[in-house]
């Protein structure tokens, strides 16, 4: 190929240049990039004008995808000039495709928690079927027979893990508040210290597989907060290498869990028969005796049916979630405390949006926000921003409270929170506003949205 046959690629997709930046400024933004691309740029590239990286990896990725055939930026003409041009874009599940034994999750840990790995390298969010393949693969494992460590290290004693619990209950708690990059970082260094006990400690079966239940909730909330961030690719790295830490401790509900949110990222990047089976796994998977993890796991698969437009089933996991809810309390693990009814409720609203069961949606987000812990508060700007969106979408929208419940959650955002998924559903939020867009107070909130953006890509 060369440069003319990036021509012949459009040509072929019906493309015009405009439409190829439109595309690839999405394509980025899926692969947790803020890469921002001038509509009119790919007419340099069509005259020969060579694309700063990353777009030289990102255009040939984009038309394999659409064209359904290989196609490198090599044979686009656009051989590497430079060391930093060497790196060719990677799956997410690259070097995470391990045995389901404890050394395969200690290589896992290893391959996400070395300095800065994913700084480094361009990842490609896993799409497809290549999303529930680790889920299928657990549900196949082997439980691990044992994890007892002897030697001349370190002895790491039971008070030792009750301690990393403890840190570990701090961060997810942190995180109620706002999350972000800064607490990431946080994770991630706990994290490396867990993981240096687990590497060179000298620990009973007991402790051992406490240990891998700790670093496998380390990461299912890193996961969370690079999903959260709009860090697609990291958020899965994090997740793989979690349910290789739960299946390795042997617990049924760290690793349903973390595949439940694995099903909440697939119906947020329009995958809604990848979110479905990832959360059918996750509830096939769990055979524990907690309600309320059930409830969780019977609410992820709710949000998923209400992506694929299944509403019988939708219906059904949700009252299966609030009847889990009312059952009396058992043992329950520490890190399912944030599901309360409020947290149900709000769920249960997101589900009767996407069905467009508008007047539903606005009784269970108004019970959500009622019952809110006043430390939520990206639950609560999530909530506002959705329940706003039910105003636009009805048959004859009401644009006041849809601006004004819309003004409640820019003003959270921008006092409280960072969250690229919340700002998302702003601009949701923005495009059903399209045909009122000459109307002062929309033209404010797109304002002040992309305030909140441009706040966070340089954060």
Known sequence: MSESQLAASLGELGWRPETLAHRLVEYAALHGRRDHLHEKTPYKWLNGHRPRPPWPELIAALLTAELSKPISPTTLGWPPVGKNDQQPLLRADNGLQLPWTAEGATRAMRAVTEADPMERRIFLTAMGAAMSAPAHQWLLADPIPH???????????????????????????????????????????????????????????????????????????????????????????????????????????????????????????????????????????????????????????????????????????????????????????????WLNPGHAHGQAGYCYLQLGQYSDARRHFRQALRLQDPTAAREGALRYTLLATTYVRQNDPDLDQALALAGHAVDILTDDVTSSRCVGHLNTLLRDLTPHQRRPAVRQLAEQVQSLQSAMSTS
């Open 147 to 337: 994890l007892t460590r002897t030697g001349k290290s370190r002895r790491v004693h039971s008070g030792t893990v009750d301690e990393l619990d403890l840190m570990a209950a701090s961060l997810r708690r942190l995180d109620d508040g706002g999350g972000g990059g800064a607490l990431l970082q946080m994770v991630r260094a706990h994290l490396r210290q867990v993981v240096r006990l687990l590497e060179h400690g000298n620990y009973t079966d007991t402790v051992g597989r406490r240990l891998h239940s700790n670093a496998g909730e380390l990461l299912r909330l890193a996961g969370w907060l690079s999903f959260d961030g709009g860090q697609h690719p990291r958020a899965q790295r994090y997740w793989m290498a979690a349910l290789h830490a739960a299946h390795t401790a042997g617990d049924q509900a760290l690793a349903a869990n973390t595949i439940g949110f694995m099903s909440c990222q697939a119906k947020d990047i329009r995958q809604p028969h990848e979110a479905v089976t990832l959360a059918e796994s996750a509830r096939t998977g769990y055979r524990g005796a907690s309600p309320r993890v059930s409830a969780i796991l019977n609410l992820r698969a709710a949000e998923a049916y209400a992506t694929s437009g299944s509403t019988v089933s939708c219906r059904r996991a949700i009252d299966d979630a609030f009847t889990n809810l009312d059952s009396p309390t058992t043992t329950a693990p520490d890190w399912s405390y």
